[in-house]
């Protein structure tokens, strides 16, 4: 409910928000940050057109590039970093939003826990190809000064973007969902605390059923194998 109050204050045109931490004036907005309100005719709903599910997917790529609510935060920087995978997958993963490697290729899933994700896939018999990679914020999180450093997202950055991750998933009708780490748990199923005490069992978002597991980062720092 919280973070559909905050998406709901996204919506009716909430002021942009400064990023966090005070800086000087002539570095204060990252060099890639979206400072400037996007235009009031942008429709703030998803509505996705289109025959084929690949069409429809593809309508929401292009109303993400402009989405007011994640623009008017001014917290995201300007790169929209969509999903990549089968429209008809069986398994859609969600993470919480492109990094900077995601980014540069815009592409989810590409940089160091990218692959560790594919290792994952591989050794469950499964290829990248099949499934549906998505994040729940589909802009890199901006921080001042920011180089190749990755910051989580926040709750209102997470509620700005969940009517996509909400659509696509509504498009596909996977038979599963993977949320990765806690934060994209907390993102789509509002729940927090340890990742570890919710993997056990399913959940649901949006009428399907719903696995939470580790994020491929935190496996990666942790030297799970
Ligand atoms: N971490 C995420 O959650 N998503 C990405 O796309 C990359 C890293």
Redesign the pocket.
């Known amino acids: 409910e919280g973070l559909r109050e905050l998406y709901r204050r996204a919506q009716s045109g909430g002021k942009p928000r400064p990023v966090e931490t005070p800086v000087p004036a002539a570095t204060a907005e990252p060099v890639n940050a979206v400072a400037v309100a996007a235009p009031a005719e942008m429709p703030a709903h998803v509505s996705a057109s289109g025959g084929t599910k690949a069409e429809r997917l593809a309508s929401l790529r292009t109303q993400a590039e402009n989405w007011a609510p994640a623009k008017t935060l001014g917290t995201l920087r300007e790169t929209m ?1 969509f999903a990549v995978g089968n429209p008809d997958a069986k398994i859609v993963l969600v ?5 900077f ?2 980014e540069k290729e815009r592409e ?4 160091p ?2 692959q560790k994700l594919n290792d994952i896939l591989k050794a469950m018999g499964i290829s990248r190809e099949e499934v549906y ?1 998505s ?1 729940i914020v589909k802009f890199r999180p901006a921080t001042p000064r920011q180089t190749t450093n ?1 910051r989580k997202p926040t709750p209102e950055e997470m509620a700005s973007c969940l009517p996509f991750v909400r659509e696509e998933i509504n498009i596909i009708q996977p038979a599963c969902i993977v949320a ?2 806690g ?2 748990a907390e993102g789509l199923l509002g729940l927090s605390g340890a990742v570890g005490a919710m993997r056990g069992s399913w959940h649901e978002f949006g009428g399907i059923p719903v696995r939470v597991t580790y ?3 935190y496996l990666l720092q942790s030297g799970a194998n």
């Open positions: 970093v993470g919480e939003a492109p990094g490697q995601e989810p899933f590409v940089g826990a990218g990679i994040n990755n990765l780490g934060t994209a994020h491929p980062s």
